[in-house]
Nanobody, 127 residues
Framework: QVQLAESGGGLVQAGGSLRLSCTAS????????MGWFRQAPTKEREIVAA????????SYADSVKGRFTISRDDAKNTLYLQMNSLKPEDTAVYYC????????????????????WGQGTQVTVSS
């Protein structure tokens, strides 16, 4: 199974930006569709954004559309989440996830659809 490691979290003021990175190792990165999830205290893990094996295939939660951008650099085995116009309600632990997929344009939005997870990175947005 692919191993995933997130980085880039931190404390930022409302309206600010952060870029999260997720580096994959152990398996062929291009075999995997990827996703970013987040989990706030007392809440369930929720999808933030997903990307297929094709970098042109993406989807976003309504709450982040127009503010967040998911992308992947297959040459660097790295997944990114650019987060702009951050709000206090974006505060959570952010996780990247990977799912082996035979379909280039399929992306997955449920936690149960993913088999590999990173350890998470904390994002805190102050008001």
């Amino acid at each position: 199974q692919v191993q995933l490691a997130e980085s880039g979290g931190g404390l930022v003021q409302a309206g600010g930006s952060l870029r999260l990175s997720c580096t994959a190792s152990g398996h062929t990165f291009t075999d995997y569709a990827m996703g970013w999830f987040r989990q706030a205290p007392t809440k369930e893990r929720e999808i933030v954004a997903a990307i297929g094996r094709s970098p042109l295939t993406t989807s976003y939660a309504d709450s982040v559309k127009g503010r967040f951008t998911i992308s992947r650099d297959d040459a660097k085995n790295t997944l990114y989440l650019q987060m702009n116009s951050l709000k206090p309600e974006d505060t959570a632990v952010y996780y990247c996830a990977a799912r082996r997929s035979i379909w280039a344009n399929e992306r997955y939005t449920k936690p149960s659809e993913y088999g590999a997870w990173g350890q998470g990175t904390q994002v805190t947005v102050s008001s």
